[in-house]
């Protein structure tokens, strides 16, 4: 510890891996960043999800040293960074475009972290280079020059530089999003088995909240340079905790009402009368939003029993998804029973299936 | 550590100061003192030079009458009217518009069939072709007015034909057509690419739609091909009169003081130490330049955003069989290209051919041995030929050293989107708007003859000075082919490479200074040969010091009336230079340089 009170605090704290504390960045006065604090374990796979423009990838940035914070502090290995520009920072990242460096070979590519830092465990910068592209099934390809490489090619070689000189933390800035949706899925358990093989700490940036949900340990929801929520994907799923990511992640239905009934607890909207979850934390007459997954809608009774008009049927294979219209408001219910349009149904939902946000804002 | 990231930070910023710096001191001031002379005299500010020259019949024709008795003018007009619109006496600047107009109309109608034939049909050589229309802005315009005298001149490749066969001779050297076609040389190219870059950019679904509607083909043509091509044309049409506006070598060797232009006066009263009009000329000159080249701005601002990116139309193969002699309109583009080889390939070729042929039509070395030799033939009066062929070599290596740095600087801060950097790019750019002439009386008044600072008398040398007015002339055209390739840079690979442990220095070198290698190729390639065919500024410059270069040889060889032109070492001279430039073109091409200003 130091008596000064500028002076930057190196000593390493109990954790590891990743820590933003109070971090904001502003651009030309606009605030893109707002008091973010979260940490990320060593070894987990978090995940940062928002539409574009929510400051998941200034956060990125700022962890990578790109975009220097105006306030808060950021810790990596327990250690803040603060004025340590990128190429000290011990990190690896990997872009949605690759940027290969486009005047070197993959092999070169691979190793031009190597130029400036010992390969893990003593070894040889060429073995080093072998056992990367073997890694990312990349083996024999190492001489052509990255122009020559499919997109999906293209973005394991990324990884695979990214990862040479065995950084501390791997960043993604989203690496799958250049490529069609097949090869998407199936890299995405290529990244997350070589993260898990190799237990590094790892920020992945996504706007696509499917992606996010599929591979994470812990994701956090970003919107306009706030943190939304932090949790397991299934927490995330499932307890959502604002409206923001009740319709972000996933298909939701929101409805608008008031408690009238605390035992058992119990709302009105538009005067249809919600049986809400044992145990709910409501009182009465205070506003609330209800949400409804639309996989946990039955046709028939429930709870709650909403008669609708069915506007539109799509099949998804698996399922239909029914857009319903219950008292002009759409209701989206998923379901394996076929209907037919303009068919009048009855809606059924079960109490325990009701998430309440409290409207606070 | 952090001494080296300071270093780095200020760099960039460093070599900007040190560019404008340079910028002030060898163009802004010497051209402000030029200017200054025709507002400023006696310590205040002054009308007197302006008015000398707009009031001087001599300068303004018949428009003289506008500043010495504006109010009669209405009622001359109405007179010259009912006489019949007789022919009116133009003066200087008059005559300079007359010839640059006549100058446009030539160069669109030779470069329009051009610009049909590229983008519409398809044949072996295509784009060679088109990179072609590139070559003759890099060839120096003294050394194609070489090739015009040995073209067209008295003892020249044309009259040594129509003498074998008998048909006597023609003199069209030192009339107004022959410049004319030596302008034609020059911009009808311009004409070809820039419009032929239009139509390959219309959209054929847009012409299949117009059909589909019922439009006839000429009718569609008209409706939607058209359109597209027009601004096109009158683009390329606004700068060939902007450039023969202010042409200067081209008339001073094929016209003379006979069919002097502005330019050429310019030049004149300076030989004849008139320094004062000379810059109450080049002051108007330069205002009516920038106005031109205002509406040019202007109206390109409007048009660059009719980029449509769909399905260029598709070409005809050019070659048909037997039927392509059946067809007008490929009997009419074939009798187009005999008459574009004559003007195109004719003159560079009689200059290779006259340089190896002696007088009596044998084979000959002489000229080049002469260009090798340290005395002086008679026929060329003093200026002997290898300090030239030297000069120009040491002044283009020189002004690759100073232009490389200012062009890559001014190319960083044009493509970092920094606050005020239009402003300053355009303060940097500048020096395209002003002739060579002006520079270099700016540069021969102040520095060369010496600037009073501090008590202390400062004087640059000749030599010093022309490479210092070549850099000017360079830079330009090193940003503007390093900006784009800067442009295109992905941000994202100086930061993987400096997430990988690169320090900023080492991405440069590593990632960035690769990857626009072959764009600062070509612009290395373009300073050099700007610098070798540089002749507006140099041959002020070069007056009275051992400091003349190729071109200035070559208008000594050649504009040596009372010798008679000395036409075996100035073409000899001339495919020297057709030699450099041409292998800088090559240079250039091969590195995908761009030459759009």
């Known amino acids: 510890m130091t008596d000064t009170a500028d002076a930057v605090d190196r000593t390493p704290s109990d954790e590891s891996g990743v820590e933003l504390d109070g971090i904001s960045v502003a651009f030309d006065g606009v605030t893109a960043l707002d008091d973010i604090s979260l940490s990320v374990a060593e070894g987990e796979f978090f995940t940062l999800v928002g539409p574009s423009g929510c400051g998941k990838t200034t956060t990125l940035r700022a962890i990578a040293g790109f975009e220097p914070p105006t306030e808060g502090t950021i810790r990596i290995g327990g250690r803040s960074v603060e004025g340590v520009p990128p190429e000290e920072r011990d990190i690896g990242i990997v872009f949605q475009n690759y940027a290969l460096f486009p005047n070197m070979t993959v092999r070169e590519n691979v190793g031009y972290g190597l130029r400036f830092r010992d390969s893990p465990g003593d070894q040889s910068p060429a073995a080093r280079i072998d056992e990367l592209l073997d890694l990312v099934d990349m083996e024999g390809m190492g001489d052509r020059d990255p122009t020559e490489l499919s997109g999906g090619q293209q973005q394991r070689v990324a990884l695979a530089r990214a990862l040479a000189p065995g950084p501390e933390v791997l960043l993604l800035d989203e690496p799958l999003s250049a490529l069609d949706a097949q090869l998407r899925e199936r890299l995405r358990v290529t990244v997350r088995d070589i993260q898990q093989e190799l237990g590094i700490t790892t920020v992945y940036v996504t706007h696509d909240q499917a992606e996010a949900l599929a591979i994470s340990d812990r994701v956090a929801v970003m919107s306009d340079g706030r943190l939304e929520q932090v949790g397991t994907p299934e927490a995330i799923y499932r307890e959502p905790a604002s409206r923001f990511v009740a319709t972000f992640i996933g298909d939701n239905n929101l409805f608008e009402g008031t408690v009238t009934d605390t035992a058992p607890p119990r709302a009105t909207i538009d005067g249809q009368p919600f049986l809400l979850p044992a145990g709910s934390?409501?009182?009465?007459?205070?506003?609330?939003?209800?949400?409804?997954?639309?996989?946990?809608?039955?046709?028939?009774?429930?709870?709650?029993?909403?008669?609708?008009?069915?506007?539109?049927?799509?099949?998804?294979?698996?399922?239909?998804?029914?857009?319903?219209?219950?008292?002009?408001?759409?209701?989206?219910?998923?379901?394996?029973?076929?209907?037919?349009?303009?068919?009048?149904?009855?809606?059924?939902?079960?109490?325990?299936?009701?998430?309440?946000?409290?409207?606070?804002? | 550590m952090n001494e080296r990231r300071w270093a780095e930070r200020l760099a960039i910023p460093l070599g900007f100061v040190l560019t404008v710096a340079v910028l002030a001191v060898v163009f802004y001031y010497p051209v402000w003192s030029v200017f200054s002379q025709a507002v400023w005299s006696d310590g205040g500010p002054t009308l007197a030079p302006l008015l000398d020259v707009l009031t001087d019949p001599f300068y303004t024709g018949v428009a003289h009458y506008l500043f010495t008795d504006p109010l009669a003018v209405p009622g001359g007009i109405a007179t010259w009217l009912q006489a019949g619109m007789p022919a009116v006496e133009l003066g200087l600047f008059g005559f300079t518009a007359y010839q640059a107009l006549l100058s446009t109309v030539a160069s669109v109608a030779l470069g329009l069939p051009g610009a049909y034939l590229l983008a519409r049909y398809e044949f072996t050589g295509r784009e060679t072709l088109r990179s072609l229309t590139i070559l003759p802005f890099v060839l120096p315009s003294i050394m194609v007015a070489v090739g015009f005298v040995a073209m067209f001149g008295s003892q020249g490749f044309l009259n040594d034909v129509l003498g074998l066969l008998g048909l006597g001779s023609i003199e069209i050297l030192y009339t107004l057509e022959i410049i004319v076609l030596a302008h034609a040389f020059y911009n009808a190219p311009l004409v070809?690419?820039?419009?032929?870059?239009?139509?390959?950019?219309?959209?054929?679904?847009?012409?299949?739609?117009?059909?589909?509607?019922?439009?006839?083909?000429?009718?569609?043509?008209?409706?939607?091909?058209?359109?597209?091509?027009?601004?096109?044309?009158?683009?390329?049409?606004?700068?060939?009169?902007?450039?023969?506006?202010?042409?200067?070598?081209?008339?001073?060797?094929?016209?003379?003081?006979?069919?002097?232009?502005?330019?050429?006066?310019?030049?004149?009263?300076?030989?004849?130490?008139?320094?004062?009009?000379?810059?109450?000329?080049?002051?108007?000159?330069?205002?009516?330049?920038?106005?031109?080249?205002?509406?040019?701005?202007?109206?390109?601002?409007?048009?660059?955003?009719?980029?449509?990116?769909?399905?260029?139309?598709?070409?005809?193969?050019?070659?048909?069989?037997?039927?392509?002699?059946?067809?007008?309109?490929?009997?009419?583009?074939?009798?187009?290209?005999?008459?574009?080889?004559?003007?195109?390939?004719?003159?560079?070729?009689?200059?290779?051919?006259?340089?190896?042929?002696?007088?009596?039509?044998?084979?000959?070395?002489?000229?080049y041995e002469f260009l090798l030799s340290r005395q002086t033939?008679?026929?060329?009066?003093?200026?002997?030929?290898?300090?030239?062929?030297?000069?120009?070599?040491?002044?283009?290596?020189?002004?690759?050293?100073?232009?490389?740095?200012?062009?890559?600087?001014?190319?960083?801060?044009?493509?970092?989107?920094?606050?005020?950097?239009?402003?300053?790019?355009?303060?940097?750019?500048?020096?395209?708007?002003?002739?060579?002439?002006?520079?270099?009386?700016?540069?021969?008044?102040?520095?060369?003859?010496?600037?009073?600072?501090?008590?202390?008398?400062?004087?640059?040398?000749?030599?010093?000075?022309?490479?210092?007015?070549?850099?000017?002339?360079?830079?330009?055209?090193?940003?503007?082919?390093?900006?784009?390739?800067?442009?295109?840079?992905?941000?994202?690979?100086?930061?993987?490479?400096?997430?990988?442990?690169?320090?900023?220095?080492?991405?440069?070198?590593?990632?960035?200074l690769p990857l626009i290698g072959a764009a600062v190729t070509a612009g290395a390639a373009f300073a050099f040969a700007i610098s070798v065919g540089e002749f507006d500024s140099t041959v002020l410059l070069a007056s009275n010091v051992d400091s003349y270069t190729m071109p200035v040889a070559l208008e000594r060889y050649i504009g040596n009336r009372s010798l008679g032109p000395s036409l075996g070492p100035a073409t000899a001279m001339a495919t020297v230079l057709l030699a450099i430039t041409a292998a800088s073109f090559v240079v250039i091409d091969r590195m995908g340089g761009r030459w759009d200003l």
């Open chain 2, 377 to 512: 033939a008679t026929a060329s009066g003093t200026t002997r030929p290898l300090p030239a062929i030297i000069n120009s070599l040491v002044f283009g290596v020189g002004t690759l050293l100073l232009a490389m740095p200012m062009g890559i600087v001014v190319a960083v801060v044009a493509t970092r989107d920094l606050p005020g950097s239009r402003l300053a790019e355009a303060v940097l750019t500048a020096p395209l708007a002003v002739s060579g002439v002006v520079l270099g009386i700016g540069l021969l008044q102040t520095l060369v003859f010496g600037t009073v600072l501090f008590g202390h008398r400062f004087t640059v040398l000749g030599p010093v000075a022309i490479v210092l007015a070549h850099a000017i002339a360079a830079y330009p055209f090193v940003t503007r082919n390093v900006a784009p390739a800067l442009g295109s840079l992905d941000d994202r690979l100086v930061d993987a490479a400096r997430s990988l442990g690169a320090t900023r220095t080492r991405v440069m070198l590593d990632v960035e």
């Open chain 1, 281 to 361: 934390e409501v009182s009465a007459g205070e506003s609330v939003t209800l949400t409804v997954r639309p996989e946990a809608i039955e046709l028939g009774d429930g709870d709650a029993t909403l008669t609708v008009t069915v506007d539109n049927v799509e099949f998804l294979g698996d399922a239909y998804r029914l857009h319903c219209d219950w008292q002009g408001q759409s209701i989206l219910v998923k379901t394996s029973a076929w209907t037919q349009t303009d068919d009048a149904v009855e809606l059924g939902i079960d109490r325990d299936d009701v998430r309440i946000i409290l409207d606070s804002d």
């Open chain 2, 192 to 367: 070809t690419r820039l419009v032929a870059a239009a139509w390959e950019s219309v959209d054929v679904r847009r012409v299949e739609t117009a059909r589909a509607m019922g439009a006839s083909r000429m009718r569609a043509f008209r409706d939607v091909v058209l359109p597209e091509l027009l601004p096109s044309l009158l683009t390329a049409a606004l700068l060939t009169f902007i450039f023969t506006f202010m042409s200067f070598p081209i008339v001073l060797a094929l016209g003379g003081l006979r069919l002097a232009t502005v330019e050429v006066w310019i030049f004149a009263r300076v030989q004849s130490l008139a320094l004062a009009e000379a810059a109450t000329l080049a002051t108007i000159e330069t205002v009516l330049s920038l106005l031109l080249l205002y509406v040019y701005l202007r109206y390109e601002d409007r048009q660059s955003s009719a980029s449509s990116g769909g399905t260029p139309l598709a070409r005809r193969p050019f070659l048909v069989g037997w039927n392509t002699l059946t067809d007008l309109r490929r009997i009419g583009l074939l009798t187009y290209g005999v008459v574009a080889l004559a003007v195109f390939v004719g003159p560079l070729l009689s200059l290779v051919v006259e340089s190896v042929t002696g007088p009596n039509g044998a084979f000959t070395t002489a000229y």
